[in-house]
């Protein structure tokens, strides 16, 4: 016996951006997808013409492509899958299992009122059911549902669930403007996909027993269901944008590395025992349906910001460096020295939680024009302190080699001859290079800055400690 090829498939709508809760559901669907090796399919379910946008469409796929997840196939789109919806209509049409029904948005209404007013579900009550109409200008065509018993499934998280087929009425599976509805085109596109996994949030359980009857009745076996949980903030509400940034691309904005939101995505609503950093060779190898909890899962931006902290810190120098260059654009250093930037990250790596902050925190890397910190600046470069760093400006220009090593050298024997403490240059140098005085290690900043940077540095600092003698 063959085992099953797993599929699962991502279906966001291309209304918005991707937000945590789809990209968790992604994520999922991906991992599990992986671990199996078998195949995950982007779909895009644009049928709602008036809110679907290219946009929103570029977001989806911008977001996946940066946090690394990628599919084996799509992204499909719904829009060009009409024919495929039509056909399988006119199947159910010609085996009994649909029908048209001609009755009115007005006629649908009054009815709904009127079953109201008895206490009455108000579902559509089957007037077209058994009538034998044909089409129409403004007919629908309406699935033939069970009118009795139950519709039940296994559900891989929540365990069985069931409905009375009572409580679902004849659901519309084609609208009269010649469009399919949401619970037809998901359920052919799972059929024609080949998709054996339906993981996806809790919000859709009950869309599930509507899908399951159309399966029935097309005579196609169901794929497996697994409803997750939904996401909540730290204070147990749902998830919105009160709590910070929702949508992927905002955290990409924000400085947030991708595999650091993927982790902690990854830990909402599931969890391998008390770990909480994965490298994602390690998700795949450990992700299971059965340790996804029931409950909702609680995203903590803090947690996530520490993680962040903790994967700039590992990152891999050349990597860093090209994460951060968009970063520094972003503040008008264009096109900025690549030597110079891996440089400043692996100053600064320690230091920073977010591309962000790192960007912010290398300005004086790059920028030659900084304004000194007014209470550094008062307190360091006083006129008495110039006679030292023109000498020391001295020493450094004849310094073969300006590496952190011999630059340690040179200020050692400085001080040793001087008979004074590092403090006394390394202060009003670190204001005169960096413009503050608090930075990284005064010799990584040598070393990184070059020596033509720092003795020009140096020399500014001079004329401005000149201007200021009286």
């Known amino acids: 016996m063959t085992q099953e090829k797993i599929v699962t498939r991502f279906p966001p709508s291309p209304t918005g951006y991707l937000h945590i809760g789809g990209a968790r559901t992604a994520l999922y669907n991906w991992l599990f997808a992986r671990q199996k090796k078998g195949k995950f399919v982007l779909r895009i379910e644009d049928t709602d013409k008036e809110r679907s946008t290219d946009e929103a469409t570029r977001a989806i796929v ?52 009127a079953a109201k007013a008895l206490g009455l579900k108000p579902k559509y009550d089957g007037k077209c059911r058994d009538k034998g109409l044909g089409p129409g200008p403004n007919a629908v065509v309406r699935l033939k549902s069970p009118q009795g018993g139950k519709t039940v499934f296994h559900d891989l998280v929540k365990g069985s669930i069931s409905f009375q087929n009572e409580e679902l009425d004849d659901l519309v599976l084609w609208r009269s403007d010649g469009s399919p509805t949401y619970h037809l085109a998901v359920v052919v596109d799972d059929i024609t996909m080949g998709i054996t996994y339906v993981i996806r949030g809790d919000d859709h359980v009950n869309n599930t027993p509507r899908q399951i009857l159309i399966y029935q009745a097309l005579g196609e076996p169901l794929p497996h269901y697994a409803h997750v949980p939904m996401i909540l903030g730290p204070d147990r509400t749902r998830l919105s944008k009160r709590h910070g940034a929702t949508s992927v691309l905002a955290y990409r904005d924000m400085g947030y590395l991708p595999h650091a939101l993927l982790n902690a995505l990854a830990r909402v609503g599931w969890s391998y025992g008390d770990q909480e950093k994965f490298t994602v060779q390690e998700l795949i190898q450990k992700f299971s349906l059965d340790n996804v909890g029931k409950s909702a899962g609680i995203f903590n931006p803090d947690k996530l910001l520490d993680l962040n902290a903790q994967y700039i810190r590992e990152s891999d120098p050349e990597d860093l460096a090209e994460a951060l260059v968009p970063f520094l654009e972003r503040l008008g250093f264009q096109s900025p020295d690549r030597s110079r930037v891996r440089g400043a990250a692996e100053t600064l790596r320690m230091r920073s939680k977010t591309l962000v902050e790192m960007a912010e925190s290398a300005r004086f890397y790059f920028d030659d024009d900084f304004r000194y910190e007014e209470k550094a600046e008062r307190k360091f470069l006083k006129p008495d302190i110039a006679p030292l760093v023109k000498e020391t400006r001295v020493r450094l220009e004849s310094l073969d080699g300006f590496t952190q090593k ?43 800055l070059g020596k033509e940077t720092v003795l020009r540095r140096m020399d500014k600092a001079l004329q401005h400690i000149a201007q200021k003698a009286p």
Request: hydrophobic content about 35%; glycine content about 8%.
């Open 62 to 113: 911008d977001s996946l492509e940066w946090l690394g997840i990628e599919w084996d196939e799509g992204p499909y789109f719904q829009s060009r899958r009409y024919p495929i919806y039509q056909e399988m209509v006119e199947r159910l049409l010609s085996s009994g299992k649909a029908y048209y029904c001609h009755c009115t948005p007005e006629e649908l209404d009054t009815r709904r009122e």
């Open 406 to 448: 011999n630059l340690e050298g040179l200020f050692l024997r400085i001080l040793d001859e001087k008979k004074i403490k590092l403090g006394e240059i390394a202060q009003p140098l670190r204001v005169a290079l960096t413009g503050t005085s608090v930075s990284p290690g005064l010799f990584e900043v040598m070393e990184v």
